[in-house]
């Protein structure tokens, strides 16, 4: 298949995924809303860090999910479809297995630290145990379903996700309104009816995937090789999606019992806004995945260069250009989106989406390192580095300082974890750190300044309200579209666009 049909694969494909996730953007914002009002600040904040027990657990489960979908990428880019059939079994019964682990660590050192630990009102104990539980549930399911989640994603079949978001979003929406009539405690509630939306929603895509991909047949059987194979390579990769879980929930936990559970409300609203934003690189980046790896396995080296360089940069414009207006305008924003603003969510907002920034320029590095299969290195020098997010925000908090420093923390050890992961990539697929600053940091820091000023101006000038959020939006689009033509794009690149531009034009004569 020639280069410009899998450009053209991504492209479709990111499209189809762009669709999906404005569409369950709009509902899950709409919802979140919702929910903050039904349940309240405190309530909020007890479902967010109670969950986040479970999810503490997930560095096993992330570890296999991103095995998955490196193994079935790799036989896909091979043509080797019987071994592509044996690898999705294989996961399958790992996956099990990982979900049989989990209930097991959530059931007793889970408990545990819940009942010693958590900063949580007596009176609220009881529904938060069965927020736990239910949690419990609804997270062993996904850990069951990611090898036909990632089946698809090997496969590019992203209109499947588009489709079903449809049901997705339809579910959410059912569930805010039941919320809201039935006599119930809603924090139990809203945890019950997330356990039944992801009951559905796996069986859908389960379904899916059996009926349309011949791999998805499950067949258990024993080849020590392969699992060992699948155990190693996820087994340095635990210790990376450990390092992940600490920064994340092992952080929320932190200021849970350091402030309470109002901070982690204020946390989640803001991790809130972040997922809404970084969806829009996910998916592009979750297109361009197979390619990177399936250009590895075939040996096309130059090819997989080219998309880890342009994808990093893309990944920032298409990132900053949806941050850049929610930035200078945070505070309105979400008074406007939620009413209740709890205390730091304007501040963790603005912090949180300047780390994801940095992030953004990651994900195409990592990917390239999980196509080459040598992540032992990558693994102990990145996942040690950025696992220090835990012990470092706590030696801050224990010293008396503010929950915003754990941000700024893991904002530190994002940029440091970026040169890193050039330096050992330079080693492993002889990428160029030079062309890398040359091609992607430098000019994502030219656009960054250029695009900023006027909209930062006018920011600062008009008077706050409505109008100036229209206006700060607008300018901010319009700056960003032409910086980054301008400056982020090369000489070819703008040449292609001038080219599908004439095209849309002639085509409408």
């Avoid at 600040?41 to 967010?48: L, P, R």
């Avoid at 796996?202 to 059996?210: D, E, F």
């Avoid at 600053?437 to 930062?456: C, D, G, N, Y």
């Avoid at 309200?465 to 000489?491: C, E, K, P, Q």
């Amino acid at each position: 298949m020639s280069r410009s049909q899998d450009n053209l694969r991504i492209v479709r494909n990111t499209l189809l995924l762009y669709f999906r996730t404005l569409f369950l953007m709009i509902v899950t914002l709409y919802a979140s809303r919702i929910v903050l009002n039904v349940l309240g600040v405190e309530d909020f904040g007890i479902h967010n860090v109670v969950g986040g027990i479970v999810i503490l657990f997930a560095f096993f489960n992330s570890a296999m999910s991103s095995t998955t979908q490196r193994f079935l990428s790799f036989e896909l880019g091979k043509g080797d479809f019987e071994r592509q059939q044996r690898v999705f079994s294989a996961t399958v019964t790992i996956h099990i297995l990982v979900a049989i682990g989990v209930l097991i660590l959530c059931e007793t050192v889970g408990l545990w630290f819940f009942y010693n630990y958590l900063n949580i009102p007596a009176e609220r104990m009881d529904a938060a145990f069965w927020v736990y539980q239910f949690s419990m549930a609804t997270f062993l399911i996904k850990i069951i379903q990611v090898p036909y989640n990632a089946s698809i994603i090997a496969n590019e079949k992203m209109g499947i996700y588009a489709y079903i978001s449809i049901v997705e979003a339809s579910l959410i929406l059912l569930s805010v309104f039941m919320l809201t009539l039935i006599e119930f405690d809603k924090l139990i509630l809203y945890s019950v009816l997330l356990f039944f939306l992801a009951i559905i929603i796996a069986t859908v895509y389960r379904i899916y995937c059996v009926q349309k991909l011949r791999s998805c047949s499950y067949t258990y059987f024993w080849d020590r090789a392969l699992y060992t194979e699948l155990i190693n390579f996820s087994g340095w990769s635990l210790l990376g999606n450990l390092s992940f879980a600490a920064k994340g929930q092992g952080v929320n936990i932190l200021l849970n019992i350091f402030f309470g559970p109002a901070i982690n409300a204020a946390r989640a609203i803001a991790y809130q806004v972040q997922s809404a934003v970084q969806s829009f690189v996910t998916n592009f980046q979750l297109a361009v995945k197979p390619q990177i790896i399936k250009s590895y396995a075939s040996g096309d080296t130059e090819n997989m260069t080219n998309l880890v360089l342009k994808s990093a940069r893309f990944s920032f414009f298409l990132l900053f250009f949806l941050s850049l207006p929610i930035l200078l305008e945070t505070e309105y924003i979400l008074r406007l989106w939620l009413r209740i603003v709890p205390d730091y969510a304007v501040l963790f907002t603005i912090l949180i989406i300047i780390n994801t920034l940095i992030d953004s320029f990651s994900g195409p590095l990592m990917i390239s390192v999980q196509a080459t299969g040598r992540i032992k290195r990558y693994q102990i020098i990145v996942g040690g580095l950025l696992l220090l997010n835990l012990p470092v925000a706590y030696i801050f908090l224990k010293l008396g300082f503010s929950p915003e420093v754990t941000i700024y923390v893991s904002i530190v050890l994002s940029t440091i974890a970026l040169g890193l992961r050039l330096w050992i990539l330079q080693s492993l697929i002889a990428i160029s750190i030079a062309r890398f600053f040359r091609e992607v940091l430098w000019r994502a820091l030219a656009v960054t300044v250029i695009s900023s000023l006027l909209p930062w101006y006018l920011s600062c000038v008009l008077e706050a309200g409505f109008i100036r959020v229209l206006i700060v939006a607008l300018v901010s689009v319009v700056m960003v579209t032409f910086s980054v033509y301008l400056i982020g794009l090369n000489t070819g690149e703008r040449s292609i666009v001038i080219q599908k531009v004439r095209t849309v034009f002639n085509k409408k004569k």
